[in-house]
Nanobody, 119 residues
Framework: VQLQASGGGQVQAGGSLRLSCAGS????????IGWFRRAPGKEREFVAA??????RSVYADSVKGRFTISREKNMAYLQMNSLRPEDTAVYYC???????????????WGQGTQVTVSS
């Protein structure tokens, strides 16, 4: 499975961005897809994830009500609304066949895409 994240950029607080994650490989559609982020000087943290099939999604408390994760065929998306300066980070998409949806133990990772939110 190969992943390619895109869609990052610079926005003002309150703005929106949509990140995309393109996956290749037959197994992608059956994998759990997660989004993580790493802010400068901080550890990588969980943002959101969506499971294959049932479509169950989970979110970090810090983004609930503002971010929405979705997927379609070989794409996954992270719609980010009401962005805040503290959302500034490099965002990564990841894929796994099984395991804790919120832990950074996914087997496959894309390159990051930078999101910068100015106040």
């Amino acid at each position: 499975v190969q992943l390619q994240a895109s869609g990052g950029g610079q926005v003002q607080a309150g703005g929106s961005l949509r990140l995309s994650c393109a996956g290749s490989g037959h197994a992608f559609r059956s994998y759990t897809i997660g989004w993580f982020r790493r802010a400068p000087g901080k550890e990588r943290e969980f943002v959101a994830a969506i499971r294959w099939g049932e479509g169950r999604s989970v979110y970090a408390d810090s983004v609930k009500g503002r971010f929405t994760i979705s997927r379609e065929k070989n794409m996954a998306y992270l719609q980010m609304n009401s962005l805040r300066p503290e959302d500034t980070a490099v965002y990564y998409c990841a894929a796994q066949s099984a395991g804790d949806m919120t832990a950074p133990t996914y087997g496959y990772w894309g390159q990051g895409t930078q999101v910068t939110v100015s106040s």
